[in-house]
């Protein structure tokens, strides 16, 4: 069964910094790219990064760009979120989903449940 | 950046009712769309690819359609199990873009 396992959220300073992990399982994690998408409280979904299946190629929100870095490690079969400078507007689930394809498609056929990140002093 | 619109933002149904929710894309994305339902507290599910193809163990009252920039979501007869928001999602360009939503609950 394909699984995404999402970690690492928690309650966060403005300023400060929090890694997310997705752990992957059912799949062979290299074959496909990755993406972060976050909900923030009561809103609609907004895409934050995506990754190639390689980790070659990145791509970023205007949001986010500069603060977070999105990474994989493909012999751990894991996808992470590097995120500094939080603001309160960073607040938000965020999802770890899989691409349906090797390269940055953003068609995402597979969600984790999910991680919350709250920046709140 | 491509922006998506959805109309309405929310409908109420009765059960066995025939659905209809709206996209539209702010240029054309070809057939670049996809449909997504999400429950309360739950991720979002793909239902719909490529405007019109249904997702692997999709129950078949639900469909999609369009190109372009105009394209239509449809559940033909609303089930209790349904009542979730909609999302329509452009994937031709980077940024990738989600419509605001549209909730449908039970009349």
């Known amino acids: 069964e394909v699984q995404l396992l999402e970690s690492g959220g928690g309650l966060v300073q403005p300023g400060g910094s929090l890694r997310l992990s997705c752990a992957a399982s059912g799949f062979t994690f290299s074959s496909y790219a990755m993406s972060w998408v976050r909900q923030a409280p009561g809103k609609g979904l907004e895409w934050v990064s995506a990754i190639s299946g390689s980790g070659g190629s990145t791509y970023y929100a205007d949001s986010v760009k500069g603060r977070f870095t999105i990474s994989r490690d493909n012999s751990k079969n894991t996808l992470y979120l590097q995120m500094n400078s939080l603001r309160a507007e960073d607040t938000a689930v965020y999802y770890c989903?899989?691409?349906?394809?090797?390269?940055?498609?953003?068609?995402?056929?597979?969600w984790g449940k999910g991680t919350t990140v709250t920046v709140s002093s | 950046d491509i922006q998506m619109t959805q109309s309405p933002s929310s409908l109420s149904a009765s059960v066995g009712d025939r659905v209809t929710i709206t996209c539209q894309a702010s240029q054309d994305i070809s057939n670049y769309l996809n449909w997504y339902q999400q429950k309360p507290g739950k991720a979002p599910k793909l239902l719909i690819y490529d405007a019109s193809n249904l997702e692997t163990g999709v129950p078949s009252r639900f469909s999609g359609s369009g190109s372009g920039t105009d394209f239509t979501f449809t559940i033909s007869s609303l089930q209790p199990e349904d009542i979730a928001t909609y999302y329509c999602q452009q994937y031709d360009n980077l940024p990738p873009a989600f419509g605001p939503g549209t909730k449908v609950d039970i009349k």
């Open positions: 989903a899989k691409d349906r394809s090797y390269t940055v498609t953003s068609s995402w056929g597979v």
